[in-house]
């Protein structure tokens, strides 16, 4: 069974940085995509970032030149570094990863969610 286990978030002023990880665990041979994605209070969920297994990303618009997603296949393991953040980018953000290949199984899996805050 894979576990993916989110950390980093918490409250940080407008302008501050964050760097949230999230690390899968279990029986994994490989992991397609990689990717971030948030819910604001009040709001649907909605794409962040993603990288897939050879490196490329795609970012939403909001966040384009202020966010970068990078993973370590070795670890298992997706970062999104935050800066220049904004009271806007308040949400749950959670981490999501596709095509996970276990044994001869694939799946889709997400994490458990951490809450990022900008406020001053």
């Known amino acids: 069974q894979v576990q993916l286990v989110e950390s980093g978030g918490g409250l940080v002023q407008p302008g501050g940085s964050l760097r949230l990880s999230c690390t899968a665990s279990?029986?994994?041979?490989?992991?397609?995509?990689m990717g971030w994605y948030r819910q604001p209070p009040g709001k649907e969920r909605e794409l962040v970032a993603t990288?897939?297994?050879?490196?490329?990303?795609n970012y939403a618009d909001s966040v384009k030149g202020r966010f970068t997603i990078s993973r370590d296949n070795a670890k298992n393991t997706v970062y999104l570094q935050m800066n220049s953040l904004k009271p806007e980018d308040t949400a749950v953000y959670y981490c999501?990863?596709?095509?996970?290949?276990?044994?001869?199984?694939?799946?889709?899996?997400w994490g458990q969610g951490t809450q990022v805050t900008v406020s001053s």
């Open positions: 279990g029986r994994i041979f490989s992991i397609n995509t």
């Open positions: 999501n990863m596709e095509r996970v290949l276990t044994g001869t199984r694939f799946g889709n899996y």
């Open positions: 990288i897939a297994s050879i490196g490329n990303t």
